[in-house]
């Protein structure tokens, strides 16, 4: 039972995570390596909201969300919408080169200390029994939660919204998206935000329940296995590849090894490459040359 | 190599053509460049010296992996990986069975050929983006069984490797690594320039311009595709094992995912598809940080910033990136055409559409 719960909560985190990646890669076939980085921004921007709005922790929550959404459109505006048309090799450097960056203007910024952002907001951790004999933390339960919500939330604005629809059509057919009157860089923009929101929910998640330090960069890393066992270009596939992924971590460190932690989804990630490269539930494409 | 010359020169023979020197000025420029090569280690300082050690160790590992990716057009993030896998040769040779460095040199190369079959497996069904993910895949899975090796052994802190010896002589002063690491990146240059211009490095050519075209031509993709994964990954085996020895001293936390980024930050500052632009690339990357700590010395931020020195280093480095990405996507050897063109072609501008390029 125990094993379950931690199957669903590790699920949750990659599945959050994930959702940021094919977003990206939905909408402008790019993949974001930085996408560990702006989670540790958005988790840095909690740290700092939650000592300027002391004892309103929701309205700090709420701030630190707003502001990770802004993030990701400043970095479309000033960065990767020089990167649109050019090869997929340039498009992904980018990023890395954007989350090294990152990565040195937080430890200057920042410093290197392990921040508990928990504290700061004036909450505890607390741990919830559940029938069966497991246990929760209350930040676990809390993902597991808001990982439903932004997964609702998001079927439902590419579903059933007009800007969804934009954003469904402009990663279909880029060319005849635009000939339509539809404008990418303000969907690629907006989709650069909505995966720096999401990715920035998750960091701002795991840092409330671990602290927060660099590791976060690696649990952002980790996640992209997931994103792409599902398929690179679909939700869906990003739950079932998180699902897949989890369990598998959690079982082979359950009953085999406690240090493949950090290898396990990527040895699943091989293992889907040989099988079947564009994942679970992604589209079969002509994949791009150098 | 063709470069267009201001006048007056005819190639006559087709010899000519596949001549690496061709001109006597060029010659002349050469040999005056490996005396100076030569005379280095005379004039140079202890950390001018260990600096060029440095750049001559990692120009290998750019020079391989120019050949995959700028030539061949492979992606390729595990280059970190096979660094390590023949870094992690020669120590566990070292260690198990002391092995000297005639058997742990061929070795590592050897392990790195077999990687790089493994490596360039998923090439044969995966391009671009996928592609790089699987290599960057392997790349945590050789760490992985690098870290695992030490933990198992109890090695934890990392690999003790003695210096190289050859009779009563060891290989431990700065200035004879020089020469060895010196003789090392010559010969692969060579090795490269010569391997690009005969079948193999056409081959490698016409992949990365269109595969289906190299097909109709004649070019088994396949095979090319896994001789360039082999070739690449083979000299940069060696260069992990010249790298352990260089720093007696093997541990997985030295090839971070962030050492591949230097390396492709080599290939991609200095200009793809260039060998020349895989020595600007590594010369630029490998003194990059020291020119910062420099900067910080003469601007007086040392004192203040002395702690974070790291950090100062990480984002220079990743804007640097960013703006040779975005502004120069050509990189350092197109800036060094550019300045050729414009004293070449003074007072024109362009060149012409047609003729020798």
Known sequence: MQIAVNIAVLASIYALICCGYVLIYRATRVLSLAHGELMMLGAYGLYATASLFKGHPLIALAAAAGLALAVGLAVYAALMWRMTGESVLAAVLATIA???????????????????????????????GLPGGARISAVGAALILSTGLVYGGLFAFLRGTRWGMRMRAAGQNPLLAAQRGIGLHGIYALSWGLATFTGGLAGMLIALDAGLESTLVIIGLKAFPAALVGGLDSLVGALAGSLVVASAEVLLIQYVDPLLSDVVPFFVLLAMLVVRPWGLFGTREELDRV | MNVARSSGYYRTRYGEDFALLDTKTQKAWCAVFVAALLAYPFVAGPLALDLANQVLLASLGAIALMLLTG????????????????????????????????????????????????????????????????????????????????????????IIVD???????????????????????????????????????????????REAVAAALGISVHRAKLSAFVVSSTITAIAGCLFAYYRGFVSAEAFSLYLTIEYVAMVIIGGMGSLLGALLGTVFVVLFPYAIDAAMNLLGLAERLSSVVFAVNYSAFGLV?????????????????????????????????????
């Open chain 2, 71 to 158: 030539y061949a057009g492979q992606i390729s993030l595990g280059h970190a990986g096979l660094l390590a896998a023949g870094a992690f040769t020669t120590g566990i040779l070292f260690k198990e069975l002391a092995a000297p460095f005639w058997l742990t040199l061929p070795a590592a190369a050897l392990a790195g050929a077999a990687l790089g079959v493994i490596f360039g497996l998923p090439s044969l069904r995966l391009r671009g983006l996928y592609l790089a993910v699987s290599t960057l895949a392997l790349h945590f899975i050789v760490i992985y069984a690098g870290g695992e090796y030490e933990t198992r052994r109890g090695f934890s802190t990392g």
């Open chain 2, 163 to 209: 210096p190289p010896r050859l009779g009563d002589w060891a290989l431990d002063e700065p200035r004879a690594w020089y020469f060895v690491l010196l003789a090392a990146a010559a010969a692969t240059l060579l090795f490269a320039a010569n391997l690009l211009r005969s079948r193999t490095g056409r081959a490698w050519r016409a992949i990365h311009g």
């Open chain 1, 98 to 128: 954007l989350g090294i960056l990152l990565r040195g203007a937080m430890m200057l910024a920042f410093g290197t200390l392990t921040q508990h952002p928990l504290r700061d907001l004036g909450w505890e951790n607390a741990s919830i």
């Open chain 2, 321 to 357: 990136m960013i703006l040779f990405l975005v502004f120069e996507p050509q990189g350092l050897v197109g800036l060094w055409r550019r300045a050729q063109d414009w004293f070449l072609l003074w007072p024109f501008k362009q060149r012409p559409l047609a003729g020798p390029r």
